[in-house]
C-alpha cells in the first residue's frame, strides 16, 4: 500500500505539471507501470480510441497530441490523495494554445507510488478567467 501525506502529493502533482510544462514525455511516463490503462476523450479524437494500453501507446498518443499544441502550459490548483482507493487526482488549469480548461488526472497507485490506471477529465474550454 502507498502511503502518501498531503505535502507529498502536492509535490507529486508539482512535479507532473513541471514535467508536462517542459515538455519532457518520459519523465510523465516514469511514473507508471509498463501495461498501464490510460481513458481519455481526448485520445479518441487523436488516435482514435479513448482507451490506451501500455506506455508505448500513450507515449505514441501523447507524442502525436504535442505535435498540434504550440504552447501548453499547466498550474496544479490542487493533488488529492485517497488512502482507500490508493488514489492521487491532480486538478489543474490546462493552458493550450488559445483555449482554457480546468481539467484532472486521476491516478491509481500500486504498492511502489507507480501509475497503473489513470483517466484524464477534461471541463469547459474558455478564454475567460477560470475562478
Given amino acids: 500500500m502507498t502511503r502518501m ?3 507529498e502529493a502536492r509535490a507529486r502533482g508539482a512535479e507532473w505539471a513541471r514535467a508536462w510544462n517542459a515538455r519532457d514525455i518520459e519523465a510523465v ?4 507501470v509498463d501495461d498501464v490503462t490510460f481513458l481519455s476523450p481526448v485520445a479518441a479524437d487523436v488516435v482514435g480510441t479513448p482507451e490506451l494500453r501500455g506506455k508505448a501507446a ?6 502525436r497530441a504535442l505535435s498540434g499544441i ?4 499547466f498550474t496544479v490548483e490542487r493533488a488529492l490523495w485517497d488512502p482507500e482507493a490508493q488514489e492521487l487526482v491532480v486538478l489543474y488549469l490546462a493552458e493550450l494554445d488559445d483555449r482554457r480548461m480546468r481539467a484532472c488526472e486521476r491516478m491509481k497507485l500500486d504498492a511502489e507510488g ?7 477529465l477534461y471541463g469547459a474550454r474558455s478564454l475567460a478567467p477560470v475562478p
Fill in 5 to 7: 501525506t498531503h505535502d
Fill in 114 to 120: 507507480r501509475v497503473t490506471f489513470a483517466e484524464a
Fill in 29 to 32: 511516463l516514469a511514473h507508471f
Fill in 58 to 63: 500513450l507515449r505514441a498518443y501523447w507524442e
Fill in 70 to 73: 504550440q504552447r501548453l502550459h
